[in-house]
């Protein structure tokens, strides 16, 4: 009698649900946040101007908090995505404090904490982008690729 083995779930249909929520939630916050850098909102480009990154600044990170937004639908990137989005987060609090902001400098310490929940959840994706990311730069391909981690697809 032979027995196939079936990949252990590391997360349950239950946290699976609940990180997608977070994640659109992710999404959605990061690609409005995007909007307003990337079209060069007045607002926008006075902030960026008063912190000292000028328009580049706000430009780069338009386009980085509108890839993490893409990204958040893209199963093998989300965990790395989210990774990404507590250190701009960080960043974000950092510069917050910095600039007087205060009370204000909750709004990305929240919204970072909610990043790295889901940075944490998604560790398996990270952790097998990583490894097929390590091997193709080492020019060798496992002997039996690893099974897909739980990512809801």
Known sequence: MTSTTTPRRTTSRAANAGLWTLQV??????????????????????????????MPG???????????AIAM???????LAALCFVALMI?????????????????????????????????DSTRALVSASAAEVAGTTPARRPARPDCGA
């Open 25 to 54: 939630l992710l999404a959605a916050v990061y690609a409005f946040s995007a909007y307003g850098k990337l079209t060069a909102d007045a607002q926008n480009v006075a902030g960026f101007e008063a912190m000292g990154l000028g």
């Open 91 to 123: 960043g974000a609090v950092t510069i917050t404090l910095a600039m007087g902001g205060g009370v204000l400098a909750l709004i990305p310490a929240v919204v970072g904490i909610v990043a790295a929940v889901v940075a944490w959840g998604r560790r």
């Open 73 to 79: 639908f893209i199963p093998i990137l989300t965990g």
């Open 58 to 68: 706000m430009y780069l990170i338009g386009a980085l908090e509108l890839a993490g």
